[in-house]
């Protein structure tokens, strides 16, 4: 219980925070990806790591696409051609 009460009163000071930056033009939805932005949760700022170390592994590894050919096949594959 406690800490729902510590997280609630740090999600309150960040929104006193931003106000007193002058981020008044935010909407609420922005405030709470802001603060998920700033403040993940352990198990997405786990899957992150595993991520990168994957994509360090596949250059270190030489598997590695052209970023002119990896954009075209993502645009015709999308249709943002």
């Keep these: ?14 929104l006193s ?8 033009d935010l909407l609420p939805e922005d405030c709470l990806e802001l603060w998920r932005a700033q403040n993940p949760q352990p198990s997405e700022f786990d899957a992150s790591v595993e991520s ?5 592994d596949d250059m270190e590894s030489g598997q590695l696409v052209d970023f002119d050919d ?4 993502i645009r015709a594959h999308f249709g943002w051609e």
């Design 1 to 14: 219980m406690d800490m729902h009460i510590s997280d609630l009163q740090a999600f309150s000071d960040f």
């Design 17 to 24: 925070t931003q106000l007193v930056a002058g981020r008044s």
């Design 52 to 56: 990168l170390r994957m994509s360090i």
């Design 70 to 73: 990896g954009n075209s096949r």
